[in-house]
């Protein structure tokens, strides 16, 4: 029964993550496979490597100091590089492999976040029991609010600053960003990492410096998101315009491709009034009217005949549907 509640209890919350994360992606939706392929990353191979690396890292503390000792050191100084590089190796594929989906800078920080919540799940529900075999109950009901609710976001905060660095990367034509901003990232999340275990471990008045380090980051990242969201609105308003010229789509499609509320009632429209293939349809125009603003604006930042390529098709795949949603 615990065991079940157990997993219940880290489950359920990271459902509610994991749909808040994905509905923040308002223009252009990240691919489901590459979503979920980043969260099985961070829940799979990176717990069972972290598990084996911070023991191994950890040993030697065991062996020339007492328990307590070398707890704390494996947990303030051992687990946090461990946690992040393994979490930071699913988004480095994505950045070699698959890195035409960044886009944005808020694309590094939905596939981070991802990682994150898919490593966080899994943790918390090994933490959970061995609080419950450890301490009881009552232990066991403080650490799951603590642990799920109140620091919840943690792992996806961590870990959503090295996407960001990566994604930063990606669109800059500045060659000393282009390698500074992966390591910024990275050591962001490192640090962060390390403030929260270091404060959970102190305790005392360092509790005040755990929930500013970890909710003043979340803030922080808010506020990035919503900067990332502007920003996002202003290369689809800048860089399609001209598109309007050219015929691949109507004035009156570009002005709703500018908003994510009109885009919202213009495909529930067209589902009341043409059914499902409409809805459908008009999903991927719009889709596809945002990767081509991004694709154009990446073109304008770093020239070369991968974007150039990449810009002619989705011009042609939006002028194809613009008939089929007007």
């Known amino acids: 029964m615990i065991i079940t509640l157990s997993i219940l209890a880290a489950v359920l919350p990271t459902v509610l993550y994991v749909a808040l994360v994905y509905w923040i992606d308002r223009y252009e939706k990240e691919p489901k496979w590459l979503l979920a392929a980043a969260f099985l990353w961070g829940a799979v191979p990176s717990i069972v490597a972290a598990f084996v690396l911070n023991t191994l890292f950890s040993l030697p503390f065991y062996l020339i100091g007492n328990e307590a000792t070398a707890e ?30 960044l ?16 490593f966080a799940m899994v943790e918390n529900v090994f933490y959970f029991l061995s609080v419950y075999q450890a301490e009881g109950v009552e232990a066991w009901q403080i650490n799951i609010f603590m642990r799920a609710i109140v620091f919840g976001l943690n792992h996806a905060l961590f870990t959503s600053l090295t996407g960001l660095g990566l994604a930063v990367s990606r669109l800059t034509a500045n060659r000393l960003t282009r390698y500074a901003a992966p390591v910024v990232g990275w050591s962001a999340a490192v640090f962060l990492h390390f403030l929260h275990n270091f404060s959970a471990s102190v305790g005392g008045a360092f509790c005040l410096a755990l929930l500013a380090g970890d909710w003043g980051g979340v803030l ?53 009034e043409r059914g499902p293939a409409a809805y459908l349809n008009a999903y991927r125009f719009y889709h596809r009217c945002s990767e081509l603003a991004y694709k154009k604006r990446h073109q304008a930042t770093v020239q070369n005949t991968h974007n150039n390529q990449l810009v002619g098709k989705l011009r042609q795949e939006v002028a194809y549907l613009s008939p089929l949603v007007s």
């Not at 886009?103 to 898919?118: E, F, K, Q, R």
């Open 72 to 101: 704390f050191v494996g947990s303030s100084l051992v687990a946090p590089p461990v946690e992040e590089s393994l979490k930071a190796m699913a988004l480095l594929g994505i950045f070699f492999l698959w890195r035409h989906e």
């Open 103 to 118: 886009d944005s800078p808020l694309d590094g920080i939905i596939y981070g976040a991802m990682v994150g919540m898919g």
């Open 220 to 272: 922080l990242l808010l506020v990035i998101v919503v900067w990332a969201l502007a920003q996002e609105r202003r290369w689809i308003k800048e860089y399609l315009a001209d598109e309007v010229a050219q015929g691949t789509l109507t004035a009156a499609q570009y002005e709703i491709a500018c908003s994510t509320w009109k885009r919202f009632g213009h495909r529930w429209s067209l589902l009341l």
